[in-house]
């Protein structure tokens, strides 16, 4: 078999594997199981006191452990090693000079052999039955390859501290001590910890600290074998690539002595000699098969990435290890990467980094090693995982503090008391009880609030109450709605509010009796006592100069300049519209929209049409003075589609004709905005503006901007100005918008810069969006705008909306982060809200929370639907309230942290230089792991990076943030792209935010054409592509369809049309329509993901090699960029090396 073998990925973990009888194995995150004695060791054992710090050889750099692809110097992490504890095996090169050994180690009587591909009854550890202390498998596990001293050596012996005195104290010593001395065993497939084997390296070369359990090691303490503090899945990282196994080298058997025996020897110890030897590097010690890959081959003997692996080889790589005992004095093992042994090392042929060599020839010194990217926490497996434990059963949302399945996973919901993860997403669900311990983690408390999102059909939507002329019953002192965490007293006479405390008379028409429980008998009757969101009609006080809106108005306003017309984009959107006006919003059951619509054409002048349907032909009126903006017409500029449909369909024929010979190349573009402001001023609504417009405003008139593109000012302090707008007048501008409840849409479509800092001021204030088509071309970008254009028309958008978010005593909402405008510190207020913004809300401590009653969040959103009702909205939800710092670590969500995270250092840009932001962002995640470390991981050696088990991706993630356009622009970004993508970005939800920062990667070629299932998506990294296959990518924004060089001749003909590689174009926007089974289903997977998004995204054709390759793997997230960014491995080590900085 191929020692190359790409590793067997074993069950998924969470889930208990064959061959580890008597070891229960939790679901993730479980309980603790009933039976399992306690154990008190620490996950890892932790370096030894009194081990002196060995010095790195010269030339190699002990942080690193990989190739740098740079200067090593960015992570140097002083002399320690990262995380010995976890990060899988070093691919060892074959060391020459010795030929491997005859096939196939011997394996000692008993022992069966173990390789990749089986699950065998190998017990890595100390036989239970031999043990004079029962204690689970589980606890200390025993790494092969040394053995352990027999009893009659005790002498030998140095003991740190006292003698124990009891088996608890043993237990207690032995959390501390090293046993055994080489590679570790595979990862667990608990999914708890990438722990794959504990090597600080801090012992004699021969001793190193082990700690891969067998069974599934938990990821710091004991998953299942609860310590004193409770059970808390953490996730231990080492950092540096052990030596991957020689698939049929089995490590002899432990020796049955337990006890006192088992200490470490002292570095002059004797070692028995009756053992084959430690494993050489290029081999793992046998272990359980993992879920993910951690006991990665090693590569072929060049490292050319990409070659295949060379002839399987039978037996072991590199010289037989030394059988005699290693001289004392040798050099101790170097305290440096992730892991313990670095294969060998200049001028040493031997197993032991630093043992001498006997026997063997120097070998040439070997390439540095890498940290195995298959060992670190991979993104595909934690959401494959998720899907595998979650996304059967529905989630019910009756029970305070759960935190839901992740955005990635399809899950039905039942609303049983609290909002559905739909319409609130935290940060956390088990928030501290006290600011200090809120400051202690800097775990940021926030709430990701979509207030209208759309629901899957099978999910009810919010039932509307109808409270008549008294409206919805409120506190009387804070004024939070009624809501199913209100307590009826005294019969159900009065309520208390759950927020405030105050009691409150029930109003005599809401009265109800009480039953035997305190529970209203009507409670399963009222939405707003037993359901998380539910609607209320809210009464005239609840509207504008208190009378009822009339239904709002959309107004669409066409750049008619020089290059609007010349690229067919004036008639394009004129031949739409005249269907698309079909299609406009309606509520439920109503026949025809409430909706009226305008039309206004412009360029340095505005040109507004009368559409009244007594007309027979359109007529147009052009306002010159854009200084002083006006509507010349009152009648007939806003009216409804139905009943001036000819005179409408005559006007959108007639607008391209119209302007078909302009030679007007400049534009403004406030005067438009005032148009649209004072139009819907006169007919007293709300509405929204669509603005289609191609360049910098530079004509005379109020707004008028001047080019300030400046690619210097990068990575200068001036930098931020490059995201602030170039004048105050458009915010002045929203504000006035706002106020009228006016929301402007704007479709760009430039050929150079035109200042989206600036022009998106009033659509991000006024809760608008921004649609950018650079360079549009009318075949190949066509598509997408449309489709863009008739979602945008079509979706559900409430106006003139405010909204407020009530808390219960002991924490409030401090900062806002989206599309809209504040005027006061609590009312969040927008023009028009649609279903795809979010608005994320950060609280902080202003008193003491309890245990007992956990916290209260109440979104209260006031809104006018599409057919001019005023409604409320409500949406409430508990959280758990914790003293215990585990509690909180437990119950965190890395998707909405990484969403609040980019908002706030996106926000974070206006102010502050860019590095300022990333070092502040890096910062604060390291605080975060650091915490959980110091407080909640169990005892193990600095070496050893941990990570919270629901934490485990925020390394991957945050890197990913901080490599975007916004913090780290490539040389190909502009400015635009920059402010565009920033003011997208912070209105987005988290399933948004998840796949535009860590792309989905799918291999086309391993999708099942008979099925609807997609094909399992692979990492983000240039390493997983092979070139004789098809794959997509897509970022919520984008679809890549990226063909390798050798993919076969009969699949590009089925999904392009084409007979070879070379014929086919990178200008397709669609995928061609052809009647084989690969290409419908290819085409059926980009529609399922266009259709999951709220942008249409756009299909981009890469072939392997091509100019456009550089593009696509920008997206590549987990590999180094050219801007700069660090790859997922080099930043994994940054971050040890932070923490590691933090907690010394």
Partial sequence: MSVNQQAHTG?????????????????YGGPSLPGVPQSQYGAYNGPMPGYQQPVPPQGYFPSLGFPSKGSPVSLNSDTSSLAPNFIGSLRAPPTSGAPPPASGASHPSGHL????????????????????????????????????????????????????????????????????????????????????????ATGSGLHTPYSASQGAPPATVSEGLPLTQPPFPGHTVSTQRLPTQVPGFTPPPPSTGVGPSSYPPTTAAPRPP??????????????????????????????????????????????????????????????????????????????????????????????????????????????????????????????????????????????????????IRCTSYNIPCTSDMAKQSQVPLAAVIKPLATLPPEETLPYLVDHGESGPVRCNRCKAYMCPFMQFIEG????????????????????????????????????????????????????????????????????????????????????????????????????????????????????????KSSLAQPQMMVVSDVADMFVPLLDGFLVNVNESRTVIASLLDQIPEMFADTRETETVFAPVIQAGLEALKAAECAGKLFIFHTSLPIAEAPGK??????????????????????????????????????????????????????????????????????????????????????????????????????????????????????????????????????????????????????????????????AGQRRLRIHNLSLNCCTQLADLYRNCETDTLINYLAKYAYRGVLSSPVKTVRDSLINQCAQILACYRKNCASPSSAGQLILPECMKLLPVYLNCVLKSDVLQPGPEVTTDDRAYIRQLVTSMDVAETNVFFYPRLLPLTKADVDSDSLPAAIRNSEERLSKGDIYLLENGLNVFVWVGVSVQQSLIQNLFGVSSFSQISNALSTLPVLENPFSKKV?????????????????????????????????????????????????LCHMHKEIRQLLS
């Fill in 705 to 866: 901007l001047k080019n300030r593109d400046d690619r210097k000012l990068i990575n200068t302090d001036k930098e931020k100005t490059l995201f602030q707008p170039q004048t105050s007048f458009y915010n002045n501008l929203a504000k006035d918008c706002v106020a009228q409840g006016c929301c402007v849409d704007l479709f760009l479509f430039p050929n150079q810069y035109l200042d989206v800092a600036t022009l998106g001021v009033v659509p991000y204030q006024t809760g608008g969006s921004i649609y950018k088509y650079a360079y549009f071309q009318l075949e190949t970008d066509q598509y997408r705008f449309l489709n863009d254009l008739r979602r945008d028309v079509q979706k559900e958008v409430g106006f003139d909306a405010v909204m407020r978010v009530r808390t219960s005593t002991g924490i409030r909402a401090t900062d806002f982060f989206g599309a809209f405008y504040m005027s006061n510190t609590t009312d969040v207020e927008m023009a028009g809200l649609d279903c795809d913004k979010t608005i994320t809300v950060e609280f902080k401590h202003d008193d003491k929370l309890s245990e007992d009653s956990g916290a209260l969040l109440q979104c209260a959103l006031l809104y006018t639907s599409c």
């Fill in 1083 to 1131: 085409r059926s997977i980009v529609d399922m993901l266009q259709g999951q998004r709220s942008r249409y995204m756009k299909l981009i054709i890469v072939k392997q090699e091509d100019k456009l390759e550089m593009l696509f793997k920008h997206f590549l997230v987990e590999d180094k960029s050219l801007s700069g960014g660090a790859s997922y491995v080099d930043f």
């Fill in 113 to 200: 052999a173990y390789s990749q591909f089986e699950h065998g009854d190998v017990q890595n550890g100390i036989p239970a039955s031999a043990a004079p202390m029962q204690r689970p498998p589980a606890s200390q596990p025993f790494l092969p390859g040394s053995a352990p001293t027999p009893v009659s050596q005790i002498s030998t012996f140095q003991q740190y501290g006292p003698p124990p005195a009891s088996v608890q104290q043993l237990r207690n010593h032995m959390a501390g001590m090293t046993i055994g001395s080489t590679a570790a065993s595979a990862p667990p497939p608990a999914g708890l910890g990438y722990v794959s084997g504990s090597f600080s």
């Fill in 274 to 423: 009756a053992m084959p030897g430690p494993p050489l590097p290029g081999q793992t010690v046998a272990g359980p098969p993992s879920s993910q890959p951690n006991h990665v081959s090693s590569p072929p003997p060049s490292t050319m990435a990409g070659l295949h692996p060379g002839p399987p080889m039978s037996g072991l790589h590199g010289p037989p290890p030394p059988t005699h005992p290693p001289q004392p004095g040798y050099p101790m093992q170097q305290n440096g990467s992730f892991g313990q042994m670095r294969g060998p090392q200049p001028n040493y042929g031997g197993a032991y980094p630093g043992a001498p060599n006997y026997g063997s020839p120097p070998g040439p010194p070997p390439p540095p090693k890498r940290l195995d990217p298959d060992s670190i926490p991979s993104p595909i497996q934690v959401i494959e995982d998720d899907r595998n434990n979650r996304g059967s059963e529905p989630f019910v949302t009756g029970v305070r503090g759960q935190v839901p399945p992740l955005v990635t996973t399809n899950f039905l919901v039942k609303d049983q008391g609290n909002a559905s993860p739909r319409y």
């Fill in 11 to 27: 069950p998924p973990y969470g889930q208990p594997q064959p061959g580890y009888q008597g070891y229960q194995q939790p679901a």
């Fill in 492 to 611: 159900g006479r009065r309520f208390q509010c759950c927020f405030c405390s105050c009691v409150t008379e029930v109003p005599p028409h809401y009265f109800q009796h009480l039953d035997h429980t305190g529970k209203r008998v009507d409670f399963y009757d009222r939405p707003e006592l037993s359901l998380g969101s539910y609607e209320f009609l809210a009464t005239v006080d609840y509207c504008k100069n208190n009378k009822f809106p009339s239904p709002p108005a959309f107004i669409f306003m066409i750049d008619v300049s020089y290059n609007a017309v010349k690229s067919g984009l004036v008639r394009l959107i004129c031949e739409e519209l005249k269907s698309l006006l079909d299609y406009l919003p309606r509520e439920g059951n109503m026949e025809e929209s409430a909706i009226r619509v305008g039309f206004v054409t412009y360029n340095k002048v505005l040109h507004f049409y009368n559409v």
